[in-house]
């Protein structure tokens, strides 16, 4: 039979088209693997007409929202580079770009300045350093701010004065203390992060600011902690002095002061105990360090709110309001007609004045007087002062005069709902700014943030009394709490509840285990579920009683990240404290013999201590979107719970 006959053919034979479809599948196969591993070449001249462009012949067509803060510096290094690209390999990062990164932010962190980030660029690059660069454009962008932040490091740290002799050694980051200029500090961490952190040349991608600072993330929702001087106290004896413990081994002495500009420090440790135990005591995990005394005015008052109720209303009968159109974002050394208009706002609002100008005539350049003025705009609005304007602050800035007017009007009513003297010693939380302070005699002796109720678990106005302080408190699970969380998390996990130090309590107060029978019994109503006092207890190691109908407390939290950031709204109710054992002392200060020492003593182990007070502290949980502080200055925060009826003032 013959194959080419069609007349004769019977079946066509599939083997050939498997053999070509076989082929063609590995062809395409290691065509895929091959440009794969093939690296794009970025062309030796093609950055060149960009960096000519934007560093000589047209300066103002440089195309970032950050601006060049050394231009002169990084045009010469480049002039005798002839135009290259100093920081990319290829279309990636180099490893020396890598680490300057790594340094600059190193140098950033716990710095108080927002200034440093601008310098180095770190929000640019934050924003920017997610992908590969695709286009040459950017990578010429990306390569002149490192250079330009490379300088003004260089500046920062003062490398010129660095002799041989007294350079630092490795792993010494400079870093900007405040009102002390830049000093010299031990970056413990920067050995095992350079073993561990990836190259540039393959991980550009990979580039994460968060994991350059420490162990713990970072990111835009977080406002900086800048308390760094506890963890660095051992590598800086300079400034020991700040945190050193004063014993008072006087053994007719109950407390020893210390007066600075005006407050106490109080560091009595404890007159009985060894110093060694004290010591020990002082360093311990359960400590917020020495009670440094606060002496600042207190304000709040209702006639400040009137004067500048009528300062608003001039304002908008005037007709000089105009808000900000959208626009870009903007920030220092941007040059936009906005910024005019922007500048015009913070005149009217007072927190512009002439005066804080730093030369230069054009009206459309972001200064850094400018700069200044939106970071106190955004203090007193409760904003993340990073002197950027972004959606946030231009919305705050776009609040109209009259819809200002009127919350500062409600507010009046509910200052006037208060007691016109609030006492000479209370304790005031303001749920929308998220703070408490402690007074005495209208002077501020202790503030600090706090976290309140979510929307749905809305935190209420109370004025009510501290009663007592409880430490290591036991927590008795609500009905809606336990019903909803706590009884399924019981079900499927008993024994890891247990050792959180959950029981179901009986009618005569028992301790039971989280047996299937008694978690149905308090399922049921008939048991109590109640979390005994330690480490593990959601109320943390200190609660202050404040009786109300509400069941809410003052109380410590194992929660501590929460404090850092911006909007802190994320409890059942209560009021979770920053820094409860600073405001038990000094509220039983008065009791006699407490001190850091003592309180550190009562806040370990498991043993529940309850201490009333003698005299009781009034306490006033109030709303307040709109105030006047002890320095005169008007404050806004945003209606979280959205009582003032104004969609404008609302998240």
């Known amino acids: 039979m013959s194959y080419f006959n069609p007349e004769q053919r019977k079946r066509k034979s599939l083997l050939p088209l498997l053999v070509l479809g076989s082929l063609c599948v590995?062809?395409?196969?290691?065509?895929?693997?091959?440009?794969?591993?093939?690296?794009?070449?970025?062309?030796?001249?093609?950055?060149?007409?960009?960096?000519?462009?934007?560093?000589?012949?047209?300066?103002?067509?440089?195309?970032?929202?950050?601006?060049?803060?050394?231009?002169?510096a990084v045009r010469r290094i480049y002039q005798r580079t002839n135009y290259r690209l100093l920081w990319f390999?290829?279309?990636?990062?180099?490893?020396?770009?890598n680490d300057l990164l790594?340094?600059?932010?190193?140098?950033?962190?716990?710095?108080?300045?927002?200034?440093?980030?601008?310098?180095?660029?770190?929000?640019?690059?934050?924003?920017?350093l997610r992908d590969t660069p695709q286009r040459l454009q950017m990578a010429a962008v990306l390569d002149i701010l490192l250079t330009d932040a490379f300088v003004s490091y260089a500046q920062d740290t003062q490398l010129d004065r660095i002799t041989p002799k007294s350079r630092p050694r490795r792993g010494i980051t400079p870093v900007l203390r405040e009102h002390q200029g830049f000093r010299m500090v031990a970056f413990g961490n920067a050995p095992q992060q350079a073993s561990n952190e990836p190259s540039g040349r393959k991980y550009f991608r990979g580039y994460d600011r968060a994991r350059m600072i420490g162990s713990k993330p970072r990111s835009r929702y977080?406002?900086?902690?800048?308390?760094?001087d506890n963890q660095r106290s051992s590598s800086r004896p300079s400034d020991t002095r700040r945190y050193r413990t004063r014993y008072n081994t006087s053994s007719d002495s109950g407390s020893s002061g210390t007066t600075r500009g005006g407050s106490r420090v109080y560091y009595n440790q404890g007159r009985n105990s060894h110093p060694q135990e004290r010591t020990r005591a002082a360093r311990s995990e359960n400590s917020e360090g020495p009670y440094f005394e606060e002496n600042t005015?207190?304000?709040?008052?209702?006639?400040?709110?009137?004067?500048?109720?009528?300062?608003?209303?001039?304002?908008?009968d005037s007709g000089r309001w105009r808000p900000i159109p959208p626009g870009p974002v903007m920030t220092m050394g941007a040059r936009h007609p906005h910024v005019a208009r922007l500048r015009e706002l913070l005149t009217l609002y007072g927190d512009y004045q002439s005066r804080y100008s730093y030369g230069g005539g054009d009206p459309n350049r972001f200064d850094r007087g400018l700069h200044e003025a939106l970071l106190r705009f955004q203090k007193r609005h409760g904003l993340k002062p990073d002197g950027i304007v972004g959606r946030g602050t231009r919305k705050r800035l776009n609040l109209s005069p009259s819809a200002r007017a009127k919350i500062v009007e409600m507010n009046i009513l509910r200052r006037e709902e208060l007691p016109a003297s609030l006492g000479d010693r209370f304790i005031q939380v303001n749920i929308p700014a998220y703070r408490l302070q402690y007074v005495e005699n209208n002077r501020v002796k202790l503030a600090m943030n706090v976290v309140v109720g979510k929307k749905k678990h809305a935190t209420p106005e109370i004025t009510t009394r501290v009663s007592k302080v409880v430490f290591n408190p036991t927590w008795t699970v609500p009905r809606s709490i336990l019903v909803n969380e706590i009884l399924p998390k019981a079900r499927k996990n008993p024994a890891g509840m247990e050792n959180m130090g959950y029981r179901v309590v009986n009618g005569r107060g028992e301790h039971l285990p989280l047996t299937a029978s008694n978690l149905s019994a308090a399922g049921a109503g008939s048991f109590l579920m109640?979390?005994?006092?330690?480490?593990?207890?959601?109320?943390?190691?200190?609660?202050?009683?404040?009786?109300?109908?509400?069941?809410?407390?003052?109380h410590d939290t194992r929660a501590r990240t929460l404090f850092s950031l911006t909007d802190r709204d994320y409890s059942h109710g209560c009021i979770r404290l920053e820094k409860p054992r600073h405001l038990a002392e000094a509220l039983l200060r008065p009791q006699g013999d407490w001190d850091q020492w003592r309180i550190?003593?009562?806040?370990?182990?498991?043993?529940?201590?309850?201490?009333?007070?003698?005299?009781?502290?009034?306490?006033?949980?109030?709303?307040w979107t709109a105030w006047v502080d002890g320095k005169g200055r008007l404050n806004f925060r945003p209606d979280i719970y959205r009582k003032d009826g104004l969609s404008d003032n609302q998240f």
Do not use: C
């Open 297 to 316: 005015p207190y304000g709040s008052d209702v006639y400040a709110l009137r004067n500048e109720l009528e300062r608003l209303r001039r304002i908008s």
């Open 89 to 97: 390999d290829n279309y990636n990062l180099s490893d020396s770009a």
């Open 26 to 72: 590995s062809i395409l196969y290691y065509a895929f693997s091959a440009n794969q591993k093939t690296v794009p070449v970025l062309p030796e001249n093609a950055v060149r007409p960009h960096l000519v462009h934007w560093l000589e012949e047209n300066p103002d067509a440089w195309p970032a929202q950050d601006p060049i803060f050394n231009p002169a």
């Open 600 to 623: 550190d003593q009562l806040t370990v182990g498991e043993k529940t201590t309850e201490v009333d007070l003698v005299r009781l502290v009034k306490v006033y949980i109030t709303y």
């Open 530 to 554: 109640r979390q005994m006092g330690g480490e593990e207890n959601i109320l943390g190691r200190v609660k202050f009683e404040i009786p109300n109908k509400h069941d809410i407390y003052l």
């Open 222 to 228: 977080y406002s900086r902690d800048y308390n760094t």
């Open 102 to 128: 790594k340094q600059l932010t190193a140098a950033s962190s716990g710095n108080p300045s927002s200034m440093v980030d601008y310098r180095y660029h770190l929000g640019y690059f934050d924003r920017t």
